[in-house]
């Protein structure tokens, strides 16, 4: 079935630096794609989408461009935050009404 | 509302106690669905409502899970008899309606807890 594969955490990183969080998917048709963020003690929001191939998503910094032909869409942010601090799932929407989402990456920023 | 609205926040009860679990969801949305997150099993699709009809329960875990929507609004997912398995956190979310060009938006979650 329709599935999603991120990169295990944690990560820690210093303020300003590069993050990088994989996500690869398994899809039969051509799902959008979604990364949403966790931050301490508050509910899933939606950080970026894209709906079709070469399509990037882009909110707050970070950026994932949709990618066919490797069938991925990573999550950049050029310099991180300590509010950055969250727990960042990648989804792809299996039919109408469903995602399915990745297991989450614990990512935090130190100061 | 603003957004989505789930109550309790938090709950704690023992277990083989029966606890309903509300949601609130996005004036104006007619697409409803829980998902649960809990350790080691990441989040978990529940169930799907399109009104006060629900086309999809295939993740609701056991019988012992239900969930019903009126006036196509609030909503609540019940369990009965809980299990220390239940701990999770459930959480609802909404969109506008199905389809691939709708974001759904989640709610904060109500955290559980059975002992």
């Known amino acids: 079935g329709d599935s999603v594969t991120q990169m295990e955490g944690p990560v820690t990183l210093s303020e300003e630096a590069f993050l990088t969080i994989n996500c690869t998917y398994t899809?039969?048709?051509?799902?959008?794609l979604f990364w949403y963020v966790q931050y301490p003690g508050e509910g899933l929001q939606l950080l970026l989408k894209a709906t079709k191939a070469d399509d990037k998503g882009s909110n707050k910094g970070f950026e994932a461009t949709y990618r066919k032909e490797t069938t991925s869409f990573h999550l950049e942010k050029g310099s991180v935050q300590v509010s950055d601090s969250a727990v960042y799932f990648c989804?792809?929407?299996?039919?109408?009404?469903?995602?399915?989402f990745g297991a989450g990456t614990t990512v935090t920023v130190r100061a | 509302g603003a957004g989505v609205s789930q109550s309790p926040s938090n709950k704690v009860t023992e277990k083989g106690k029966d606890v309903e679990l509300r949601c609130d969801p996005i004036?104006?949305?007619?697409?409803l669905y829980w998902y649960r997150q809990s350790l080691g099993q990441g989040l978990e699709f529940l169930i799907y409502?399109?009104?006060?009809?629900?086309?999809?329960k295939s993740g609701l875990p056991s019988d012992r899970f239900s969930a019903e929507r009126t006036g196509g609004s609030v909503s609540t997912l019940t369990i009965q008899r809980t299990q220390q398995e239940d701990s999770a956190v459930y959480l609802c979310?909404?969109?506008?309606?199905?389809?691939?060009?709708?974001?759904?938006?989640f709610g904060e979650g109500s955290w559980l807890t059975v002992v």
């Open positions: 979310a909404s969109s506008l309606s199905s389809g691939p060009g709708n974001t759904i938006y």
């Open positions: 409502f399109q009104g006060n009809s629900a086309p999809d």
């Open positions: 989804a792809l929407r299996v039919n109408d009404y469903k995602l399915s």
């Open positions: 004036s104006g949305h007619t697409a």
């Open positions: 899809a039969t048709g051509y799902p959008s």
